[in-house]
């Protein structure tokens, strides 16, 4: 394993909410320069696989769907320590590529010494929306938490 | 047992794209039904081709397969330009090809390592195979990421590609662009070449199938993105000549439809085929290579077909590295096609076998037929009659065993179910 770090923003740029990871990574690229390698979308979970290989940190932006916060609420789950929550229903803007990654990275020893999901609870992820008003308020927090766990603070 | 009957249901096939089920009835050791049953919902792609655009069918027809898009939009590309009666240059040409090879190398490392692996060590899946042989899931995994590292240089992503268009490319990469694939291809080569050695390694069972092989041929090298059909009946015929001798049926079982090949049934497209018809046009130390690892010419092993897809891997990689090294960036992307009242075909290799396509477009340029026949389609046949043979080869496993066995023996072929189901054949009937 390398000493590098990456971070992935996950999504569906027109699925409403789902966008939120996409958006940050983007957002995030110039800000990090070239110490940071940052990769807007994952398609499934080998690519999502083959991009934590020789990255010593990894950060997951994702857009998250519950009914136990409220929109905009931003997570963060440490998938060293366990698996990314399960979406509550079976389909997805963009496939389980978390889900299936992190079985698959575990399964092949490829675990990054910190590997952590930055996630903000979504309201809308119809295909066509817009982000919807929580979230596009979040935006900005949920860049700086990601920020924040790619230099392990907690802000 | 004399008057024993068995029954072997599957519901859900496990590593196949799709929904498809096995249902197996054998009596006194012989298989008196077979059906792979595919219930896949049929997806309506030809109906929802007709009316939209010419130039849209390549970006539209992507959309039936998330694995082998690029076999989708070359074949659509090849018709429409068929219709339009331009012909692409070379050095286009060559850039598809270069894309193609992404694919092949991402499709097929995916089935080789995480699909039909497991099989062989009877494993339910690719996580068992990663904890076991995790050397062996990170080279497929490494052959993978560079198929679509190829696909993203070339096609401007590495699922659906949008850069593809009727005529060429909306943007042709420069020399320096695709310079750093070089050394990624390089290593995939060596990784495919190790996965082929690998594969001498497995416990493959024996069967020996006798169907008829249908594949693509170039009489200028393997065939990937263009040719004529060759059969080894004999047959030699064009894309546009594809109905005469390809019929498809419904079956009651299937959301996909049968083919019959100049009346026969069963036949096999893909990649024991392709070896079959092409693989002399191999390089020499790949034919080597293969014979090293065991993998005789033809081979009508279907559980061998792990081995062939590895050989093309390192082919892939082989020719990739042919194209990037030869690259000159062409003068335009792009040549004319302007949509005319015209009939067009098209056929490519897809990773699973030959893939037709076939469009009518009015003088406005808007389709007004459509007819895709995707390679697993045309193989259902050809895979049951291999779950029959299975089974009755293997009469004295238990139940459970034999249901595994018969997977496996549908697995094989690497069928992509969500390809196949998607005619339109719809009567309404208004009192």
Redesign the interface.
Known sequence: MGDGAVLVGLGARDRGDDAAGLIVAARLRPRLGGRVRVVEGC??A??L??EL?GAATAVVVDALRTADAAPGTLSRVDLRAGAPPRPPARVSGHGDALGTGW??AR????VPRRWLLVGVVGADFTLGAPLSAPVRAALEPLAAAAAAALDGSTA | MAGETRTIRTEALARVEGEGALHLKLKDGRAEEVRLAIYEAPRFFEGLLRGRRFDEAPDITARICGICPVAYQTSAMLAMEDAAGVEVPPALRDLRRLLYCGEWLQSHALHVVLLHAPDFFDLDDGFALAERHGDVVRRGLDIKRVGNAIMEVVGGRAVHPVNPRVGGFYRVPTRAELAPLRPQVEEARKAALATLAWTATLPIPELERHVAFLAVHDPDGYAIDRGTLHASTGAVFTAGEWDDHVVERQVPHSTALHATLDGASPYLTGPLARWALNGHQLPGWLQDAAAEAGLARPCRNPFASIQVRAAEMAWAADEALRLIDAYETPAAPVVDAQPRDAVGYGVSEAPRGALHHGYAVDGEGLITRARIVPPTSQNQAAIEADIRATAEANVALDDAALSWRCEQAIRNHDPCISCSAHFLNLTVERG
């Open positions: 398609a499934d080998l690519m696989v083959a290989d079985r698959l399964a092949l020893g490829a």
